[in-house]
């Protein structure tokens, strides 16, 4: 099976785990796409708004790969990293692994690129503050 491996990447960040359940699942069994989007989204938003220090929005989804279908049962783990800082906005990078058969197996579901956006009290877009580190765990 294509994007298999035997275990969960040790040299990343977890930003997120999850177990899909029945609710989650469309017609065919498989967990929908926008449940799956919407765990990337949460995942993403970690390291950006640990970054930013604050409020943050989901400006753009810059690239999204679906590679496997979810399978409800599945043990669902996102992994998160910046990408890029700018001057207001993070882009952040999220791998996803699905671990199956009681995590015999594990396989590469899905990957990301999202841009989020510092938000001011005012709810408009703000400066980042200053860090000498771009990637933050």
């Not at 017609?27 to 926008?34: E, L, S, V």
């Not at 993403?44 to 790969?65: M, Y």
């Amino acid at each position: 099976m294509e994007n298999t491996i035997t275990t969960l990447p040790t040299d990343k960040y977890l930003a997120l785990r999850v177990i899909p359940m029945p609710a989650d699942a469309n017609a065919n069994g498989d967990i929908f796409g926008g449940w799956i989007m919407s765990q990337v989204d949460l995942a993403g938003s970690v390291p950006a708004v640990r970054r930013a220090k604050g409020r943050i929005a989901t400006v753009a989804v810059n690239e999204f790969l679906f590679k496997q279908p979810v399978q409800i049962g599945d043990v669902v783990s996102f992994y998160a990293a910046v990408k890029r800082v700018g001057r207001t906005s993070i882009t952040v990078d999220v791998e996803v692994y699905s671990e199956r058969n009681r995590g015999t197996v594990v396989v590469k579901v899905t990957e990301a690129e999202l841009t989020y956006v510092a938000i001011g009290p005012d709810g408009r877009s703000r400066e980042l503050p200053p860090d000498g580190d771009t990637v933050l765990v």
